[in-house]
């Protein structure tokens, strides 16, 4: 992925290159199965509702549904994927709306709201084809001057 001003995949952009109104690139996500039993056995939630078709079923979902840890992970690799292996995540705070079955896709997109002393505020948003699966905001901090 590159960034805005022809910043590589490698690098980082820097702050001064970084200015509300930027929009990040989309990013679509095929949510499988796998993907969803992964991500809640990675970060140790064991509720059945994300492993377990029948009991997600049971508790009255249309089947295995991702968890906030998944979504979370995914709404931080979408914005450091975009600023750089440089960037310094402060602060992610999301809150989830219509849930993200297996078989369905969400596709992410920010816009930068914010910036200041090296700071950057992004507006994430997370759809699905029931809506909003995830909306939120990510801080970061960049460098601050780019070698350009």
């Keep these: 992925m590159t960034a805005p001003g022809g910043v590589g995949p490698l690098d980082t952009l820097a702050f001064d290159r970084v200015h509300p109104g930027d929009r990040l690139p989309e990013l679509r996500i095929d949510v499988t199965a796998s993907l969803i039993v992964a991500g809640s056995l990675a970060s140790r939630d064991f509720q059945d509702v994300h492993h377990d078709e029948a009991a997600a079923r049971a508790a009255g979902a249309k ?79 960049l460098p601050k001057a780019s070698g350009r």
Aim: aromatic share 6%; net charge positive.
């Design 63 to 141: 089947g295995i549904f991702m968890n906030i840890h998944t979504t979370n992970g995914l709404v931080a690799r979408f914005v450091t994927d975009w600023a750089g292996p440089g960037a310094l995540l402060q602060r992610v705070s999301i809150r989830l709306g219509a849930p993200n079955y297996a078989g369905d896709a969400m596709t992410l997109t920010g816009e930068v709201v914010a910036s200041r002393d090296g700071q950057v505020e992004v507006a994430v948003r997370g759809r699905n084809r029931l809506g909003d699966h995830v909306t939120g905001t990510v801080n970061l901090q």
